[in-house]
């Protein structure tokens, strides 16, 4: 049994990895569109298991918001008496590394469903996998609206995407400030790149005429460049995309430059996954997309309870990954440890987590509006509607 599920592991890989499988002594190529596989009914066992892909092994926020919905939901007595557990599987590695422990999730741990804090390049591998095996993946971070466009049934998201954060930046920007001269300052990662092109297209589509772009290169920045154009253009407003790397280099030195421009930014910019605070000083007087946990009654306590356990604030990451944890959970709970009936009970969910209320469209995006929030003495403060 152990050597032939070894055999379907890397028959499984090479279809996804090189578009092959293997027939006797040959190996045969074809597309990963004509291959399906027949899933058994899962084996749980004694324990309800539920996977989660993280990008390395130091990437802890996301695994610690998950363990601490694991450990609330066995307080209350798991599933019928059975606990849940966590298995964590970390992508790090060389290209396809996403696929190789989304297939290991599915196959050797024998998950009921799999969660996601990865970017988008490895959240769209750990999707082929669930699309051919026919398994729930819920993504807790990627953004990127292609991964809902693959249209997968069962896949799903509990963080805004891009288009919808870049509804919410436009509305604020262009429609209640009245601010016409904005640029955006993206990074050449590949989900900055995708947030800014989703943001440029969303603006044309509400008549707005979309912002200059600037590139910032982490190996070559060229911050005076950027700098010297802004001025020289009267520019109101910045807008950035990119991760907190790029955020903690880029915002002080705005900030020392005493530029007067109103700083504006994604989600991703504090969406760090390391198992540190969030940096209020570098993100002070910044407008940025809200995950809303700092504000709702569930999220306080979370902050409260996680702070104690983890000994540091959480930030984005953890409150996706615990409200994408405890969605599963109320759907495991709801429909039973059955796949195929959990892949019909999601769709169905309406769960009111730390961030929100949590339901998904057709496409299995979060249906909900997008919060801003802005830094104020090293807090952060909910804007509301006409503020």
Known sequence: MIQFRSFYLVSLLMVFVTGSTIIGNQIIYHSVSQCTLAIDKTNQGETIKIGLLIPDKESLAAKHGAELAIR??????????????????????????????SVSL??????????????GRNAHLAEQVAAKTRIVFLSCRATDMTLSQAFVPWYYRCVPNDKQQAISLIQEIYIKRRIKNVVIIGTDNNDSRNAVNTFIKTAR??????????????????????FTEIEKNNIEAILLFGNPAFASDIIPVLQQQKMEQTI???????????????????????????SDHWFTEKGIAFQKEF?????YQPGPAAAYAFDGTNVIIEVIKNAGPDRD???????????????????????????????????????????????
Request: glycine share 10%; charged share 25%; aromatic share 8%.
């Open 205 to 226: 589509l509400m008549n707005v005429t979309p912002p200059e772009q600037f590139l910032y290169k982490v190996s070559d920045p060229n911050l005076q460049e950027i």
């Open 72 to 101: 609330t939901a066995n307080r209350k007595g798991g599933y019928s008496g059975l606990p849940f557990q966590l298995i964590v599987r970390s992508t790090e590695g060389p290209w396809g590394a996403g696929s190789k422990e």
């Open 264 to 290: 504006f930014g994604s989600l991703s910019i504090m969406d760090d996954q390391k198992s540190s605070s969030p940096d209020w000083s570098i993100l002070e007087d910044i407008i940025m997309i809200s």
């Open 307 to 311: 702070q104690k356990l983890y000994g």
């Open 106 to 119: 599915v196959f050797e741990d024998e998950v009921l469903a799999i969660m996601g804090s990865l970017d």
């Open 341 to 387: 009936k959990i892949i019909d009970a999601f769709s169905k969910i309406d769960y009111k987590g730390i961030t929100g209320e949590i339901q998904f469209d057709e496409n299995g995006n979060r249906i909900s509006e997008v919060g801003l929030m802005i830094i104020d003495n090293g807090k952060p403060l909910l804007i509301k509607e006409g503020q």
